[in-house]
């Protein structure tokens, strides 16, 4: 168990939260799965996620999403076929099925919080490290750029900065053992925007 806390901040202020939790393996589907939740809520925005992944590999199986802007309530469903490096993307508004799209690919395609958490585990940390998060739209190379400190929870801390090209997403992983990512820029979907932790909490799933 594992939960992260971030501070949305948009032009400088707080526009509201977001709790990434880490829950391990669970059952979903008769298979056993990594399950990581999103939660991200703001002024007439929300943003509810149940990332299912591999337990192998950390790739992403299945998205469930439910969206609230501004009134405007949508259901998500990615379903990803790692063998076949494909993810079919259906939508519905109040239950009723409104159209499928399915993208392909010439690799598995990831999720953004797939990749954080594995990169945390099975990445390598060193300045001028460059790899690729292939993701339902669009591809994105990431590289690390140096090291630097960065204010999160109150204190500065020590971090990696990793950066897509173009730098659509900025990420700052905490240089300890666990390799927290302290700031995520780009995540949320909304123009402008950073997470910025401000709680940490190890074991704290039920």
């Known amino acids: 168990g594992e939960t992260l806390t971030y501070a949305i901040r948009k032009f400088g202020m707080k526009a509201g939260e977001t709790v990434i939790q880490y829950h391990g393996i669970v059952e979903d589907e008769g298979e056993s799965r990594i399950l990581i939740t999103f939660t991200a809520k703001g002024f007439n925005f929300l943003d509810d996620e149940k990332i299912f992944a591999d337990p192998q590999t950390l790739l992403p199986v299945k998205v469930e999403r439910d969206l609230n802007i501004f009134g405007k309530k949508e259901q998500i469903v990615e379903r990803y076929d790692l063998q076949k490096n494909n993810v079919t993307i259906r939508k519905y508004q109040g239950g009723t099925f409104i159209e499928e799209i399915v993208f392909t690919k010439e690799e598995p395609i990831d999720n ?11 990445g390598r940390f060193a300045q001028g490290v460059t790899l690729r998060m292939p993701l339902p739209t669009k591809d994105v190379n990431f590289e690390i750029l140096r090291r630097e400190t960065i204010a999160a929870m109150g204190r500065r801390h020590d971090a990696w900065f990793m950066q897509s090209n173009p730098p659509e997403y900025q990420v700052w992983f905490g240089t300890g053992d666990q390799k927290i990512p302290l700031r995520i820029d780009g995540a949320v979907g909304l123009a402008k925007t950073v997470m910025v932790l401000e709680r940490y909490e190890k074991g704290k799933i039920e």
């Open 112 to 122: 953004l919080y797939c990749y954080i958490f594995r990169y945390r585990y099975q």
